[in-house]
């Protein structure tokens, strides 16, 4: 399978545990996303990379919460010191970057991990 | 980015045409429309987009108003599986055509397909 994948599907951990995930792009998609999404609400962007470079953090990104993709390939989202305010499927994107034909910029959507704080 | 207004929910019979309403009377020239699709514990996927002309493509079609402040997802024959939540999204482009940065989604139409 060459889509985004993410690992784990679905964590449990008790407040105050860090949390990491993990997310794979498809292969050579030079942006890549993280989103946030609570029960019956679209998804919130929550950062994005082109490269390895972080271009955009949404202001629920809050000082608890990192993302990292050091060789501009997999990133990680961690979470310190969890809330139960922070139980979300948490969705990780990848896309292209097109510079001519098409106007899009399809994202690519993985199938999430689903956190859950006790 | 234009903000959008999407019914929460419609149902449709299977096989046939499934027709869900999008406004974004605040869209601007270099908005593009999106509509992605949100199957039930999965992440969304992307359908189809358009500036101004109507698009079709092998999962549905988008007509959007001369006045590009609506469009329509048409979904031809819909099957059970297309159960999901629709989203509409208007998202700014460049000069060149190409788009940025996140998407910002609403919270949908629940399309249900009855057999």
């Known amino acids: 399978d060459t889509g985004v994948s993410q690992n784990p599907r679905h964590k449990i951990t008790k407040r105050g545990q860090n949390v990491t995930f993990r997310c794979d792009p498809i292969s050579e998609h030079n942006r890549l996303y993280w989103y946030r999404q609570t029960l019956g609400q679209g998804p919130e962007f929550l950062t994005y990379?082109?490269?390895?470079?972080?271009?955009?953090k949404s202001r629920l990104l809050s000082d608890r919460f990192s993302a990292e993709r050091p060789k501009g390939s997999f990133s990680t989202l961690e979470i310190q010191r969890t809330e139960q305010g922070d139980s979300a499927m948490y969705l990780c994107a990848s896309s292209s970057l097109r510079t001519s034909g098409s106007s899009y910029n399809e994202q690519f959507f993985g199938p999430g991990t689903r956190l859950t704080v006790l | 980015d234009a903000k959008t207004t999407q019914p929460p929910s419609m149902d449709c019979a299977e096989g046939r045409a499934a027709n869900l309403p999008c406004n974004h009377s605040t869209i601007s020239g270099n908005e593009y429309v999106y509509w992605y699709r949100q199957i039930h514990s999965q992440g969304p996927q992307y359908i189809i987009h358009?500036?101004?002309n109507n698009e079709t493509n092998e999962m549905a079609s988008l007509i959007i108003t001369e006045d590009r402040k609506s469009s329509t997802l048409i979904l031809p024959h819909a099957t059970l599986r297309d159960t999901a939540v629709y989203y509409c999204?208007?998202?700014?482009?460049?000069?060149?055509?190409?788009?940025?940065?996140?998407?910002?989604f609403g919270q949908g139409t629940i399309l249900t397909v009855h057999p």
């Open positions: 999204i208007v998202r700014v482009s460049n000069a060149g055509g190409t788009s940025y940065g996140k998407l910002t």
């Open positions: 990379f082109q490269n390895e470079a972080q271009l955009e």
């Open positions: 358009g500036l101004k």
